[in-house]
């Protein structure tokens, strides 16, 4: 019986984080840092195609970066491997990603997409993999590719793959985008930076959270030394901390996601976002993003649980 041709799937998203906080809570003995943190999916999003090959090629488009560093390149070889695919022609595919999420910026856009493309790979090809069996293989390509493969807010520890999901509130977000990249692995390098933050625990993050919603628990250990090193950053926060404070958002819900470059403002009310967003505009920081929280991937739902 001849198998029914490979549709393509177009225009799947791949939704940004942000990192509500980020503790450094100490260092394995491998020198993999140990983490704290809660991720809040947002609507700013990369856009990714996936066309049928019958030549067994993945090839990829993605603008002006090198593709083959591309981790959504690398989750189609992986999956297809691990499949053991790699003898059938008709499993390769074109990639196109359309990138919204600044690159280097610490909302996760890399993961992303890889995690876009376990998910519509997994659907394209058939395999019919249930979503825990994804979700171990988004391990093998990064820390932060499970959480999006879940697909829902959560609760992070350990490197950041010991997930427990959460129940975050609805908020709207003013994200600004500096003109610089900034490497992780330099900050996570940092003598200054701070390695021993005593966990908040879940528990004690719903607590705090419950108590006053226009505040952010916690804080960003890396932080401190990114705004050491990058001006760019520095000069981006200080102009949202001022704009944010002069609508009334409490200091600590605005601050740095993962390892910068980018910052945010939290808030509960649309309007106030939108006043900041505005006010920051033109301070000539960065390009500002005006996001709303995502209570799930997009895409869940498409997959078996």
């Not at 090809?125 to 390509?141: K, S």
């Not at 404070?245 to 993962?258: I, K, N, T």
Request: glycine share 8%.
């Amino acid at each position: 019986m001849t198998r029914a041709p490979f549709l393509p799937l177009l225009q799947c998203p791949a939704p940004a984080k942000l990192n509500l906080l980020l503790h450094v809570t100490g260092r394995r003995s491998d020198g993999y840092h140990l983490l704290e943190t809660v991720f809040q999916l947002i609507n700013l999003f990369d856009w990714l195609d996936f066309e049928p090959r019958d030549d067994g090629q993945i090839v990829a488009s993605s603008g002006d970066w090198p593709i083959e560093q591309d981790l959504a390149v690398r989750a189609a070889h992986l999956l297809r491997a691990t499949a053991g695919a790699n003898d059938h022609t008709d499993f390769g595919v074109t990639i196109r990603i359309q990138k919204q999420i600044p690159v280097g910026g610490g909302l996760g856009g890399g993961s992303s997409d890889a995690a876009t493309t376990l998910l519509a790979l997994n659907q394209l090809w058939r395999l019919h993999w249930p979503i825990d069996r994804l979700a171990a293989l988004a391990a093998q390509l990064g820390a932060d590719v499970p959480v999006f493969v879940r697909g829902q807010n959560a609760y992070a520890v350990g490197i950041g793959e010991e997930l427990q999901p959460i129940d975050l509130p609805e908020r709207h977000y003013v994200v600004i985008e500096p003109p610089i990249q900034v490497p992780t692995a330099v900050v996570f390098a940092d003598p200054n930076l701070t390695r021993n933050t005593k966990p908040l625990t879940l528990e004690g993050f719903a607590r705090e959270q419950s108590v006053a919603t226009h505040r952010l628990p916690g804080h960003n250990d890396l932080e401190a030394p990114v705004l050491q090193r990058f001006t760019a950053v520095a000069k981006a926060l200080s102009a949202l901390q001022e704009a944010a404070h002069d609508f009334g958002v409490d200091a600590s819900a605005v601050r740095m996601s993962g390892s910068g470059a980018c910052v945010f403002a939290a808030t509960d009310s649309q309007s106030i976002a939108a006043s900041i967003a505005e006010a920051v505009a033109g301070a000539g920081v960065g390009r500002v993003h005006r996001c709303a929280s995502l209570r799930r991937h997009p895409m869940i739902g498409t997959v078996a649980h």
